[in-house]
């Protein structure tokens, strides 16, 4: 039987959303993108009025390419101290989050270098598109038709993500700079990071000679695999990308949220007032970036439009690269990513992530600089109507607002949206107990531990 070549299964890794979507499974009760009634709002008693049958992947048993996958993805012999897998910093019970509290996660041939950016979730990404630029087309995810509203829903403007007088913003990709398009492609950031599992091609290639799962890469892939070293490193990638496609637990959608949305639970009254202020355009208008409705299919939402903002975070002295004051983390145009360095409108955009399990994590933002969601919270509530509670001061007395960013990339900034559409004496958007009814919601989106 003829063997697919490795572009092949790059590909299949790019269609993956398709074949999702193409997958055998229940079909909603009720387009979930279809017309709603103005009543589609959270009840007074936390119901949902308007309930939808959600469309999940569909349960299977895990291939043999993706079990081989599963022992690659927890090897820590593949990297340079042979003491970090990917799972070290991925753990499957913080929803495939960092386990630990440390802002950015800590790796090198001996375990001393910090890394640049806090470690992103390797949960639901599934459905993220490659990374392109293009006309806004946040809702092409999740449809801007309603499961459940009645109420104004968030909104972005079309001046936000330096965009264009024809609207044409960064989405998709992987990484907080989107700089990879498959998961493959994603693996290898960090393999050979020497910030991180510090390996190399060589040291790689000596693990898989050897390694227990690598007679299944050889059965799966077939001779070609055995006689080319990039093959099988092209093998044991694909390998890892099939684990977390097929494992459920990358993927659950198994929140309360989605009970909620199933009409199988209700709302806690902090839980229906967060929501409500969740999609407020004039409070928190957090569902701009973090669209929370089904798709026109049933597919769960993701919170995140998968689009980049510049939002101006304040910068995280502690991190080892900013010791140098000249080093900036410019996301989309540098310096991990070298292909939009010369894109002055994109540096500072970096990518809206996922709020699913958002309350299980100890760092925020891609620099780890906020520690609870409260510090979020507080940012997008101060940032412009009292940023002395932000940014540091100088020696001057000058607030240093927007400081982790050259002053010639500010205008990329987000000052449109609300709640940055502020100036300093307005009121704050949100007051401590509305604060507390967002988080409260937030925890709405942590899953049950996968079985």
Known sequence: MPRRS???????????????LCSPGDRPARAAGGPAPAACQPLSDGRNPCPVALRRPPA????????????????????????????????????????????????????SRDGLRAVPTLAYLE????FSIGPDNAESEAP????????????????????????????????????????????????FDPREMASSRAV???????????????????????????LLLAEALFAVA???IEDPAFHPYASPFDDWLEGKTRLSPAQRRGYLLFNDPAKGNCAACHPDRPGADGRPPLFTDHQFEALGAPRNRALAANRDPSFHDLGLCGPPRADMAGQSAMCGLFATPTLRNVAT???????????TLDDVLAFYTFRDVDPGRIYPVGPDGQVRKFDDLPDRYQTNI??????????????????????????????????????
């Open 361 to 371: 994590r100890h760092t925020f933002f891609h620099n780890g600089v906020f520690r």
């Open 6 to 20: 490795d572009s092949g299964r790059v590909w299949f890794i790019l269609l993956l959303p398709v074949l999702w």
């Open 204 to 230: 790689v290639l000596a693990r898989l000679a050897r390694a227990p799962y690598t007679p299944t890469l050889y059965r799966l892939g077939g001779p070609a695999v055995a006689r080319s070293p990039d």
């Open 144 to 191: 801007p038709p309603p499961v459940a509203t009645g109420l104004p829903h968030a909104a972005k403007t079309a001046q936000n993500n330096a965009a264009t007088a024809a609207n044409m913003v960064p989405q998709g990709g992987l990484f907080w700079d989107g700089r990879a398009d498959t998961l493959q492609q994603q693996a290898t950031g960090p393999l």
């Open 242 to 244: 099939r684990y977390q």
């Open 60 to 111: 299977a048993p895990l291939s043999a390419m993706a079990l081989a996958g599963r022992d690659i993805f927890h090897d820590p012999a593949l990297s340079g101290s042979g003491r970090l897998s990917c799972a070290s910093c991925h753990d499957r019970a913080r929803h495939y989050g960092p386990a630990g509290a440390a802002m950015v996660a800590r790796g090198g041939v001996d375990l």
């Open 414 to 451: 987000d000052v449109a949206d609300a709640p940055f559409d502020r100036h300093p004496g307005d009121a704050p958007p949100l007051t401590p107990d509305e604060r507390r009814d967002i988080v409260a919601f937030l925890d709405m989106l942590t899953d049950r531990p996968a079985r």
């Open 127 to 130: 459905r993220r598109p490659a």
